[in-house]
């Protein structure tokens, strides 16, 4: 593992890196920290202790950061004040408790640090609640007053928080999968697809028509969907196995029990594109083809056909699960696992976070 030539201390206000429960960024940010330490980088991490969270830890004692844990702003200052000396760059997440004012704190009072970002694992619902004025963690007075914006999604999105918004320099910084966590094992393939994801009214339509009704159609076949909130009123077919609740540790033992793996994009991700999921890049970790829907930008991420599989229609499906040879089934597998090490992997993001941090120190 190479290590950056001028460490650097990080500070994170983020929503948690304790739990995973009820969230993707517990495990977004254990990967990008796992990685910014492993490269001989200092990481603090304050977490507001929300109930929520207290009782369901999965990782109260990280062993690459420094978890701190605060009880209301009014600590958190105290606490971070206190600190401010060992500060290089510090970092405000998205759906952070109270983040606005401590959004507009953190811009007003330490004009020493070398580096003060957003990170938005959360742009696509950011945008349009800033463009809504319903946004409860970020304001729009606040956007410009970042050295950087790091963002969940690329493209368009990136043109509408400089242009709307007045960013100073959004940046796409995609999330990504631990590979000491995610890679292949040689299991029996049980399932022909399997789907993980939390119900949303908007990809419950894709999801039917991409699972569910192959599922109906393939009666012998296997599938699996993984995730809460899931209506009661659903017609499940008997083939489709449901769970409510799978912990991290077992994602996986679920990926690597599929022959494919499905993909299905909420509304807001495809309209703005360019939006890769933390599963997308889970199941390329441990060579599991991916069946996804479409949207703009998805090739520069995975080449289509070579890397992942785009899928309109059942039938699309029912093809790709009937007509894969083995052989092809584990190439294109392989070669997404390739293309996630070579691009994707926590390492790169942590080398253009470190990058990024000091070309600001240089421009300041």
Avoid at 103 to 124: C, E, M, Q, V
Avoid at 334 to 350: I, W, Y
Wanted: glycine residues 6%; charged residues 25%; negative net charge.
């Amino acid at each position: 593992m190479s290590s950056s030539s001028d460490p650097t201390t990080f500070f994170f206000i983020g929503l948690s890196l304790s739990s995973s429960w009820g969230n993707g960024h517990a495990t977004t940010f254990r990967s990008l920290l796992k990685a910014l330490s492993q490269r001989g980088n200092k990481c603090v991490f304050f977490e507001y202790d929300a109930p929520w969270y207290r009782t369901n830890r999965d990782m109260p004692d990280p062993k690459f950061a420094e978890l701190v844990l605060y009880s209301d702003t009014e600590e958190l200052k105290q606490r971070v004040a206190g600190r401010s000396k060992e500060t290089e760059v510090m970092i405000l997440g998205s759906y952070v408790h109270d983040g606005i004012a401590i959004g507009d704190w953190l811009t007003k009072s330490f004009a020493s640090w070398k580096s003060l970002f957003y990170y938005d694992i959360d742009t696509p619902v950011t945008l349009k609640a800033l463009e809504g004025g319903s946004c409860e963690y970020l304001s729009p007075e606040l956007v410009p007053r970042f050295d950087a914006y790091l963002s969940f999604s690329g493209g368009i999105a990136l043109e509408r928080l400089q242009e709307k918004f007045g960013a100073q320099n959004a940046v796409a910084f995609h999330c990504s999968a631990d590979p000491d966590l995610y890679y292949p094992e040689p299991k029996e393939k049980h399932l022909s697809l399997g789907y993980l994801g939390t119900y949303s009214r908007d990809r419950q339509p894709p999801l039917e028509r991409l699972l569910i009704e192959p599922a109906r159609r393939l009666p012998s076949e296997r599938f699996q969907v993984v995730g809460p909130q899931y209506p009661a009123d659903i017609q499940w077919p008997e083939n489709v196995e449901r769970s409510d609740h799978l912990p991290p540790h077992l994602h996986r033992e679920f990926y690597n029990s599929q022959r494919f793996t499905l993909n299905v994009t909420r509304a807001d991700m495809v309209e703005l594109g360019h939006s890769p999921s933390v599963r997308l890049f889970e199941a390329a970790a441990c060579g599991v083809p991916v069946i996804s829907d479409r949207w703009e930008g998805i090739g520069d991420y995975f080449e289509p056909g070579r890397e992942i599989l785009l899928a309109d229609s059942s039938d699309q499906v029912i093809e790709y699960l009937q007509e894969f040879s083995e052989a092809d089934r584990v190439e294109l597998g392989e070669r997404a696992r390739k293309r996630f090490l070579a691009e994707h992997a926590p390492e790169k993001r942590a080398e253009q976070l470190e990058n990024l941090a000091a070309s600001n120190a240089v421009k300041g």
